[in-house]
């Protein structure tokens, strides 16, 4: 982990919704870490954003966000060239220490930006993608085969909820990424079936580094944070 200035290699805009924006990075990182990121001399913009990490190839990190707020409208007036500082990688990430198996990814909104580098990495597995939204469809590039999509607008895939059509039997392993209510859905129908789960929690942070305790989250071995001891939990450790 290290603090530094880099250069944006590239932020562009994907689609309404998705910006990605992209730096050089030497040291090693894994799927499920994150990179504290504020740009230089922001001025009102003191604290640093946690955003996960997107892809990783050939010494270039990229990181998919959305603009939600006064942060990341900034970050999405970026260009080529311009610094940020950076402070990473965080988080211990997943266990992709698994081969042979059959696995699902699940994902809800903004929640798909993780999953990427993790299904790179766990290629060599029955791998099935499970994406929801609530209306307009994001599906990167990477993701051709083996897709079940849910919309709850019914605009594309399934009318309804991700988790109407998973059936979480078929998988040894399953890991998650998205809003709570649905992570926590995906976990308890895991917990019933006995399958291994993995959720990447989202809190606000302001160190990223364990220090601020604005991360804190409950498991059944008592309080822990988010930036340092996850983002990612095993499922049968939360919401019990």
């Not at 994907?14 to 040291?27: A, I, P, Q, R, V």
């Not at 809800?108 to 469809?137: F, R, T």
Request: glycine letters at 10%.
């Amino acid at each position: 982990m290290k603090y530094e200035k880099v250069a944006i290699v590239n932020n562009y805009k994907k689609t309404e919704e998705f910006y990605e924006l992209s730096f050089k990075w030497e040291e090693e990182v894994k799927p499920g870490q994150f990179f504290m990121i504020s740009k230089v001399n922001f001025g009102e913009l003191m604290l640093k954003r946690p955003i996960s990490v997107y892809n990783y190839k050939d010494g270039i990190v990229k990181m998919l966000y959305r603009v939600v707020g006064k942060g990341t409208k900034l970050f999405s007036c970026l260009k080529k060239d311009d610094e940020i500082c950076v402070l990473g990688a965080l988080g211990n990430g997943f266990n992709t220490d698994y081969k042979g198996k059959n696995i699902a990814i699940v994902c809800g909104g903004i929640g798909i930006a993780p999953m990427v580098y993790l299904s790179q990495k766990l290629c060599e597995n029955n791998l099935h993608i499970y994406v929801g939204y609530k209306d307009e469809v994001f599906i990167p590039e990477c993701f051709k085969d083996n897709i079940h999509i849910a919309t709850e607008s019914g605009k594309e895939g399934h009318k309804g909820f991700v988790t109407d059509i998973l059936d979480v039997k078929k998988y040894d392993v399953v890991y998650t990424c998205g809003p709570e209510i649905m992570m926590q859905k995906v976990v308890k129908m895991c917990n019933e079936n006995k399958v291994k789960s993995y959720a990447s929690l989202e809190k606000y942070m302001a160190c990223g580094m364990g220090a601020c305790l604005t991360c804190v989250c409950d498991t059944k071995h008592g309080k822990k944070r988010v930036c340092l001891d996850g983002p990612v939990f095993e499922g049968d450790t939360l919401w019990i």
